[in-house]
């Protein structure tokens, strides 16, 4: 059996200015985030992580670097774990514009339209495939204890893959900065433990 952790990265400049970050922003943790990932290292510390699994993007590998750092834990890093591309709104200020289109490609995706997509940006399909391809590696690994630090938009398309919903459901998860979700794997099924943890920010 495996126990998955599923992370939020920690805040960036980009989530308080209401700015889309997406795969094409590689931003970096701002004060607050890098507090919300020591105190996640804190309280996770004694764990006992066997694999550090982040994307290919800044703010995932600063959340977790003290594991890796400090604790000497092996790291892997896979760009299927990338937040999705918002193509032209990514690192763009929030707008009128934006927020309609955002919402026109997701009322899309809850209705099973699922190629739909912000112009030059990915689909559901396309996102929903990629994170497939790292499922297929991840169910092989040896490790049984695993922390996996992602993105918002990520983690809503896995917590409906792990627990095998239409993707239409996939609007219905958020996740706070460093907000923590767990799962068991028994060889065939993930099973949910825990939903958006924020217990090590208490």
């Not at 309280?43 to 066997?50: A, E, K, L, M, P």
Request: hydrophobic content about 35%.
């Amino acid at each position: 059996m495996k126990e998955i952790y599923l992370l939020r990265h920690g805040q960036t400049a980009f989530n308080v200015e209401k700015r889309v970050q997406g795969k094409g922003v590689n931003s970096s943790l701002d004060e607050v985030g890098t507090a919300q990932g020591r105190a996640f290292f804190e309280y996770y510390r004694n764990h006992g992580f066997d694999l550090i699994i982040t994307s290919s993007l800044n703010r995932t590998k600063e959340t977790v670097k003290h594991f890796i750092e400090e604790l000497n834990i092996p790291q892997q890093a896979f760009e299927e774990l990338d937040e999705i591309s918002w193509g032209i709104y990514e690192g763009q200020p929030a707008s009128e514009e934006m927020h309609r289109e955002h919402k026109n490609v997701i009322t899309h995706w809850s209705h099973g339209n699922y190629d739909a997509r912000i112009s030059e940006g990915e689909s559901a399909l396309e996102m929903q495939s990629r994170l497939h391809k790292f499922l297929s590696h991840l169910i092989t690994l040896p490790q049984k204890r695993l922390l996996i630090c992602t993105h918002g938009g990520t983690l809503a398309f896995l917590m409906t893959i792990f627990q095998e919903l239409p993707l239409s459901r996939m609007p219905e998860f958020k996740h706070r900065n460093t907000g923590l979700c767990k799962f068991h794997f028994d060889g065939t099924q993930f099973h949910l433990e825990l939903r958006d943890d924020l217990s090590h920010l208490e």
